[in-house]
């Protein structure tokens, strides 16, 4: 009785609606899993292309410096604060030039300049990258949507090793900085304004 039910139709019905159960069951955890890999290889793909334009805006600071300092006539003080990638021969589309508005595009870099007043611009400011989902750069994470930021500083020789600069240490060449998100927040306010 019990093999005549097995065979029946409903029984073979029951059987394919079980398969057919079991296999987008299957498919559903494979979709999830391969999203899940999908969305990590992206966070990836994004970390690399920043820490790429980071490392060559760092190498074309570098060169920069050295420029300064063999010209004895230069000063590397004056260059604190400007874009770095008016340094560099580039053409990378994530790159929208100065920063507009108050939200800033996922994805892209921009260059926040430093408002002296209400009437005059200067051309100094922070390089501001907006990420495009959740990230780490050198350790910095951002959310999706979220600045962060970097200003050119002068490096010097910290003879004592106290971190701070004394007048009597020299500088030694260029460098992009993070700017602390203290630092940051209110460079954000103040873009908004």
């Known amino acids: 009785m019990k093999g005549q039910r097995l065979f029946s139709a409903e029984g073979l019905e029951s059987a394919r609606l079980l398969r057919l159960a079991v296999s987008f069951s299957l498919l559903a955890l494979l979709v999830w899993f391969l999203l899940g890999v999908l969305e990590r290889e992206a966070r990836k793909a994004e970390e690399q292309s920043a820490n790429l334009i980071l490392n060559q805006l760092r190498a074309s600071l570098v060169i920069k410096g050295a420029e300064v300092m063999l010209s004895r006539?230069?000063?590397?003080?004056?260059?604190?604060?400007?874009?770095?990638?008016?340094?560099?021969n580039h053409q990378w589309p994530?790159?929208?030039?100065?920063?507009?508005?108050?939200?800033?595009?996922?994805g892209t870099w921009c260059f926040l300049q430093e408002e002296q007043n209400v009437t005059a611009k200067t051309d100094r400011g922070w390089l501001l990258y907006t990420a495009n989902q959740p990230i780490t750069l050198n350790g910095r994470g951002a959310e999706a949507s979220e600045s962060l930021a970097w200003k050119v500083t002068t490096e010097y020789a910290d003879r004592?090793?106290?971190?701070?600069?004394?007048?009597?240490?020299?500088?030694?060449?260029?460098?992009?900085?993070?700017?602390?998100?203290?630092?940051?927040?209110?460079?954000?306010?103040?873009?908004?304004?």
């Open 73 to 88: 006539n230069g000063r590397l003080e004056e260059y604190q604060g400007i874009n770095p990638f008016e340094l560099v």
């Open 94 to 106: 994530s790159y929208t030039g100065l920063c507009k508005g108050p939200q800033y595009e996922p």
């Open 160 to 193: 004592n090793k106290n971190g701070q600069r004394e007048q009597s240490e020299r500088s030694t060449g260029l460098k992009l900085s993070p700017v602390s998100s203290a630092e940051q927040s209110v460079l954000v306010q103040d873009a908004r304004h």
